[in-house]
């Protein structure tokens, strides 16, 4: 727990570091860099050398010439095992070093696309890109993910992230300019008609060359390089090399990202006839594909197909009805998330009476109530949304919990006494989303261990005596500057909340990327003031933010829930 006076809460922010010493620092990585990348090629490309059967063939024979017995007696022996041998495929691990180990040496010579790098600072890509200083995320603590990525994956990750896509012809150089922190390489980004295809098959031998190339520069940058598995094994031959360079691999794909599934919109007016979205899987189980032909064919069948859709049409579609049949876990979540019944995912012994009867079910109860909606919200936010998911790929690769905290919720609150302290306490560890950080105004009756309970759960306790903080609807301003979070929850209630309440919070934020969030009469629904935020982007908050009166006449997005 840490105590903060209130001259150190008036304090500024840091002073930036001397630009000389930052531009010197920066021209000794790149050189280290270099350094470590000529010797990560140099040892491939020896360790495929020494696995060569010329290499094999010489050592047998020195062998045999330096000890004649039993070396020797035994040459013939081992020449036939190595004529045996010559046409076995290797295993994984051997063929990606000799696909690593094919990248030419003199791609670090400084010429060509190499010039461009030596002149770039790691991380100046994300710093003078026009775009990404528009939006703010230029200069904010948060995950840097680049590498092979399709652009479903670029849509689903660019909320919660920064992402540079890379493409074959230029990844080994671009790759150094971002800065990121993880390479990512999506199964999907390598399937026919995306700029990485056929990168695995070994038919096409010169994408593969410059995959693994990629891998290597990750390796000598010391990034972690993590292989997605989003689509299945049949549809990607000779993954298996890949997925013996990466560092990890995670099966469960990107998860669903609530920017885009959501029911910001829905109505209780929505048809509740049952579809199938989307194209049938060609793929499908034969008892699976059967049950979908019984439930979709004829003139009688209780489910429609919706037909193709792309990516970007899925969830207006899910929003426009209210009960769907599906055999995609992932689908199944996306359409609960947009608000819909989903029947589903059918598994292979499903029997077509059951099915039909849970259709006709949901036919009659009609669209999803604004409590079933939530609670369906509240367990794909927890497990399965991006962030989620992401915060797993921060773990699978080693990197540090905080790169993943765009969640992070940090409670300002005031305790005048010890019993006050102790309520706030008990009441902030019930929260299903309990906040990474507590900044208490605490009086002068309120000892220093009251919130030591927080603090042994692993939340950051942030004490200020309660005269700096003033008096009147202001006062969460001086305690937002010592909060590092990136979202405040300002809590004015002296007990007990709903367990849910950070929760749904979070929850809304996520699905409208809302700058504030606060309580009145409309469910999920926008609006161009807040009469009582709940929850908010630090910036808006800290002293010299705008008002809360004028935040609708700043262009900034609010959002309104329910109690």
Request: glycine share 10%; with cysteine.
């Amino acid at each position: 727990m840490t105590d903060i006076t209130p001259a150190e809460a008036a304090d500024g922010g840091a002073v930036p570091p001397d630009a000389g010493l930052a531009a010197e620092r920066e021209r000794l990585a790149r050189q280290l860099r270099d350094t470590r990348m000529q010797l990560a090629m140099t040892q491939a490309r020896l360790s495929a050398l020494e696995q060569s059967a010329t290499m094999r063939f010489g050592r047998m024979v020195a062998n045999a010439a330096h000890r004649p017995w039993p070396r020797g007696a035994q040459l013939p022996r081992d020449l036939y095992r190595l004529w045996r041998d010559r046409g076995a495929p290797k295993s994984g691990a051997a063929s990606a070093a000799t696909a690593l180990a094919s990248a030419q040496l003199t791609d670090l010579s400084g010429t060509g696309g190499r010039f461009l790098s030596a002149l770039t600072a790691p991380g100046m890509l994300s710093l003078s890109d026009p775009a990404l200083a528009l939006a703010g995320v230029a200069d904010r603590a948060g995950l840097v993910i680049t590498g092979a990525l399709s652009a479903l994956g670029c849509a689903t990750l660019a909320p919660d992230a920064v992402v540079h896509p890379l493409l074959p012809h230029d990844a080994d150089v671009v790759l150094e300019g971002t800065g990121a922190d993880l390479v990512l390489i999506e199964a999907a980004a390598l399937l026919p008609g995306a700029p990485w295809a056929y990168a695995t098959d070994p038919a096409a031998a010169d994408r593969g060359r410059r995959l693994a190339r990629m891998i290597v520069m990750a390796r000598s940058l010391g990034k972690p390089v993590v292989l997605v598995r989003n689509v299945p094994a049949s549809r990607m031959p000779g993954i298996g090399w890949l997925a013996a360079s990466c560092d990890a691999v995670l099966d469960d794909g990107l998860g669903v990202q609530l920017a885009r599934f959501n029911p910001v919109g829905v109505t209780p007016a929505r048809p509740t006839e049952p579809v199938y979205a989307g194209d049938r899987d060609p793929r499908e189980a034969p008892a699976v594909r059967a049950l979908l032909d019984s439930l979709t064919s004829g003139a009688s069948a209780p489910v429609r197909l919706a037909g193709a859709r792309s990516w970007r049409g899925l969830p207006a579609l899910y929003r426009e009805h209210a009960v769907f049949v599906t055999a995609s876990a992932g689908q199944a979540r996306e359409q609960a998330a947009c608000g819909a019944r989903v029947v589903g995912p059918l598994a292979s012994g499903a029997a077509a009476d059951s099915i039909r009867g849970e259709l006709e079910a949901a036919r009659e109860a009609g669209p999803l109530g604004r409590g079933e909606i939530r609670a369906a919200l509240r367990d794909i936010f927890a497990e399965h949304a991006t962030p989620a998911r992401l915060a797993a790929l921060a773990r699978a690769a080693g990197l540090p919990a905080g790169l993943a905290g765009g969640r992070q919720v940090a409670v300002l609150a005031r305790a005048a006494d010890a019993a006050q302290a102790q309520r706030l306490a008990a009441a902030l560890l019930s929260q299903r989303l309990r906040p990474a950080e507590v900044i208490v105004a605490a009086g002068a009756g309120v000892p220093g261990d009251a919130l030591a309970a927080l603090a042994d759960h692993g939340v950051r306790v942030v004490t200020t005596p309660a005269d700096a903080v003033p008096a009147g609807p202001e006062w969460p301003r001086p305690l937002a500057r010592l909060a590092t979070a990136p979202w405040l929850a300002p809590w004015t209630a002296d007990g007990p909340q709903p367990d849910t309440y950070l929760l749904d919070l979070a929850c809304a934020r996520e699905c409208a990327q809302a700058d504030a969030v606060g309580f009145g009469a409309g469910e999920y629904e926008f609006t161009r003031w807040l009469d009582e935020p709940g929850l908010v982007r630090r910036d808006l908050l800290v002293p010299g933010g705008p008002a809360a009166a004028d935040w609708g006449g700043h262009g900034l997005r609010l959002f309104t829930v329910t109690r």
